[in-house]
């Protein structure tokens, strides 16, 4: 078995999240086995596979909710235009501008950051879906601090 052909064993299992992997090799010949545990499960790869394993038809689809993961690097952060009082809604007792699963859009006023007794809206960007707040209400927050991210 040559190098490139064991690096590229050893980066599917890496990437695949296995917890065990057994290679036999018979010398003088290049026919060779392995064997992949996952969850005390053990997979044997036949010598002939030469690329990443295949997956049988039989396996169960994907459920719902692995369905709803969500990319983190399609994340987008908005974040704070400048040093000031971070506050989510316009008033103590009125309602937040937005909670975290609502969908926002363009122009959409996310919070209001008090600045030298100055009132700034800070506004969506891009259309998306609020996954997270990421400053407390009523705190003072920095220039080019992440305030929300939005998918």
């Known amino acids: 078995m040559d190098n490139k052909k064991l690096k590229g064993i050893v980066d599917i299992f890496n990437d695949s999240g296995l917890t065990f992997m057994e290679i036999n090799e018979k010398e003088g010949e290049n026919a060779f086995s ?46 704070s235009p400048m040093v000031g009082i971070f506050y989510t809604s316009p008033s103590p007792d009125s309602e ?24 700034n809206d800070v506004v969506a960007e891009e259309d998306g879906e609020l996954v997270e707040i990421c400053a407390e209400n009523g705190s003072l927050v920095e220039f080019g601090q992440v305030l929300f991210k939005i998918f």
């Open 34 to 79: 392995i064997k992949l545990e996952k969850k005390g499960e053990i997979l044997p790869v036949p010598a002939s596979a030469h690329a990443a394993p295949q997956f049988s038809a039989t396996e169960p689809a994907a459920s719902d909710t692995e369905r709803e993961i969500k990319d983190f690097n399609k994340y987008r952060d908005v974040k």
């Open 96 to 119: 937040p501008f937005i909670k975290v699963g609502d969908k926002v859009k363009k122009g959409d006023t996310l919070c209001i950051i008090e600045a030298m007794k100055l009132m």
